[in-house]
């Protein structure tokens, strides 16, 4: 059933003409960027088509390893257990700014630069978060010593150092390009999460006008270096008004889709404040994106070790319910952690205990895999 669905939305794409998309009165259709590329601009129609359908599951460094493995060609956990790719594969840029070879989770540049490559011909979609380094301290993002933002500000001490972190990252996305030499359309999560306090941009460490103008400034900074593959996602954690979620917001011109993170705790094991928490706060987006013409997403989500054998068609599907988004991605599967001395993974793997709860999940008609949005 869901092969022939998808069969029918091959059809549907290609015999529509981009211009004639008005699928859903939830987005304008216009990128933040209008020196967009033809490609960016037709992946952020496709987006809002398929929210038609259903939404677009994804998952962190999911080509680079799993639980026990490490850079096996064309391998991923998902595809183990489902014989499908994730739509949508998040990486990061940390590490980059300081001329690091590996980002924060040990995958080499050169490495990620290829998956990214390998999955755009496939179909699939990359999303990019950057957690970088505290400029003043020059440790890591969790360093959230306070007015560290205002230092990168232009005009700052640190402003020159943000600008040469801004040419490094240029370089690296206009380096993302398909066999045709087209520069592969990037979901760009810069700042992510910043309605929490752990990292230097976030709450508490700098105020409103300050995030509103280094956003903006990183926006307009990467598009004079000639960035023209970005699609940009605000990114918040959780959030309980409008207000709240618009605190920091830098305007409808410089944002394209809204989206929160939200985890599940072992101190809810039934998932009834994490199903609660994510539908109030889709109540909360999806009225937000509806006024202001944006795509919404949760841009990370999961339960650590997935201990509830029947968590994606239970607590994680219910979470979700019908509210239309874009994309949800998983974080990633790095396995034993020897400094905690537990497994850190959000998706299942072969053997693992909520293994046949995510294939029923795979098969539920709104949960879009690579497949399912191959051209």
Request: proline share 3%; net charge neutral.
């Amino acid at each position: 059933m869901k092969k022939y669905f998808f069969k029918l939305l091959a059809s549907a794409l290609i015999g529509t003409s981009c211009s004639a998309q008005h699928t859903n009165s939830n987005t304008n259709l216009s990128l933040s960027d209008k020196k967009a590329t033809p490609e960016t601009v037709l992946l952020y129609k496709k987006l809002n088509q398929l929210i038609q359908k259903g939404y677009l599951f994804g998952h962190q460094d999911d080509l680079a390893y799993g639980v026990n493995w490490k850079y096996e060609n064309e391998r991923s956990d998902i595809k183990d257990v489902v014989g499908d790719y994730p739509a949508v594969y998040g990486w990061d840029l940390a590490g980059l700014e300081k001329d690091d070879i590996n980002n924060i989770d040990g995958i080499p540049f050169e490495k990620m630069k290829q998956y990214i490559i390998e999955a755009n011909e496939r179909g699939g979609i990359s999303t990019i978060s950057w957690h970088f380094d505290n400029p003043v301290t020059g440790k890591n993002a969790w360093d959230n010593t306070p007015n560290s933002l205002k230092t990168i500000l232009p005009g700052g001490e640190n402003h020159q150092k943000y600008v040469s972190w801004l040419d490094k990252a240029a370089n690296y996305l206009l380096s993302l390009k398909d066999k045709k030499g087209k520069n592969i359309p990037i979901l760009f999560r810069p700042y992510h999460e910043l309605s929490g306090g752990w990292f230097w941009w976030g709450k508490g460490k700098c105020t409103s006008d300050e995030f509103k103008t280094v956003w903006k400034f990183t926006f307009e900074y990467l598009q004079k270096k000639g960035v023209h593959n970005l699609i940009y996602v605000y990114n918040t954690s959780s959030f309980n008004s409008k207000e709240d979620f618009l605190a920091n917001y830098p305007g409808d011109n410089f944002a394209d889709i809204l989206s929160f993170d939200s985890y599940q705790n072992n101190n809810d094991k039934e998932g009834i404040k994490f199903i609660e928490e994510v539908q109030n706060q889709l109540k909360i987006l999806n009225e937000i994106g509806l006024e202001k013409h944006k795509l919404i997403a949760i841009a990370e989500a999961g339960y650590e070790a997935v201990p509830d054998p029947k968590w994606w068609t239970g607590t994680f599907s219910k979470a979700i319910g019908d509210y239309k988004i874009s994309y949800v991605l998983l974080w990633r599967n790095h396995g034993w952690q020897e400094n905690e001395k537990k497994m850190h993974y959000y998706a299942p793997f072969k053997g693992q205990v909520s293994e046949k709860d995510f294939i029923d999940y795979y098969n539920m008609d709104k949960t879009l895999f690579e497949k399912d949005i191959n051209k």
